[in-house]
């Protein structure tokens, strides 16, 4: 069973930047879809971007031209570059593969 580690959360300011990593324990390049989630206190878990193993990728809407995922095949590595944070950032972030394997989520916070 794949098992997800989650890091790089934290506080930043509006406007600031943070970078989330996630590693696996299985190697990843067989792994078409990785994706990053997010759920906020009181709200449903979210889908924030998505990537398969040919780098196609998706965003929502809410962070297209902000936030960037990118995978790195040979060090079983999931990232997700988040710049211009805004405080509807602050919320507890998930690395997912294949919408079936979980992490624990890494907490981010971005205050005003």
């Known amino acids: 069973q794949v098992q997800l580690v989650e890091s790089g959360g934290g506080s930043v300011e509006a406007g600031g930047s943070l970078r989330l990593s996630c590693l696996s324990s299985e190697r990843i390049y067989s792994i078409n879809d990785m994706s990053w989630y997010r759920q906020a206190p009181g709200k449903e878990r979210e889908l924030v971007a998505a990537i398969r193993s040919g780098s196609s990728t998706y965003y929502a809407d809410a962070v297209k031209g902000r936030f960037t995922i990118s995978r790195d095949n040979f060090k079983n590595m999931l990232y997700l570059q988040m710049n211009n944070m805004k405080p509807e950032d602050t919320a507890m972030y998930y690395c997912?593969?294949?919408?079936?394997?979980w992490g624990k989520g890494s907490l981010v916070t971005v205050s005003s």
């Open positions: 997912a593969a294949a919408n079936r394997y």
